[in-house]
């Protein structure tokens, strides 16, 4: 089993930054990526990006975000992070951390708020 805790979340202006993590614990010897996907109201749950933990970290982005998000990790911490900058209010969201392996592993989410 894996646990994944999300944390960083909040509400910022237009323009503004986060810096979101997502802490994982447990058996994390079958996992091979972790990743950010949101869900929006009303909304279908939809990728945001994605990293290998091994094999040098090899990343993936929605097209919509490329340049103003980026993932990474620290694999001494079990840690991945999304820095997201420029924030506009369409990026409201529940925003969750993933965990791919054998199984796939989902994080309680946290919230996401870019209003004036």
């Known amino acids: 089993q894996v646990q994944l805790v999300e944390s960083g979340g909040g509400l910022v202006q237009p323009g503004g930054s986060l810096r979101l993590s997502c802490a994982a614990s447990?058996?994390?010897?079958?996992?091979?990526?972790m990743g950010w996907y949101r869900q929006a109201p009303g909304r279908q749950r939809e990728l945001v990006a994605t990293?290998?933990?091994?094999?040098?970290?090899?990343?993936t982005y929605a097209d919509s975000l490329k340049g103003r998000f980026t993932i990474s990790r620290d694999n001494a911490k079990n840690t991945v992070y999304l820095q997201m900058n420029s924030l506009k209010p369409e990026d409201t969201a529940i925003y969750y951390c993933?965990?791919?392996?054998?199984?796939?592993?989902w994080g309680q989410g946290t919230q996401v708020t870019v209003s004036s």
């Open positions: 993933s965990a791919r392996g054998l199984a796939n592993y």
């Open positions: 447990g058996n994390m010897l079958g996992i091979y990526a």
């Open positions: 990293i290998t933990i091994r094999s040098g970290g090899t990343t």
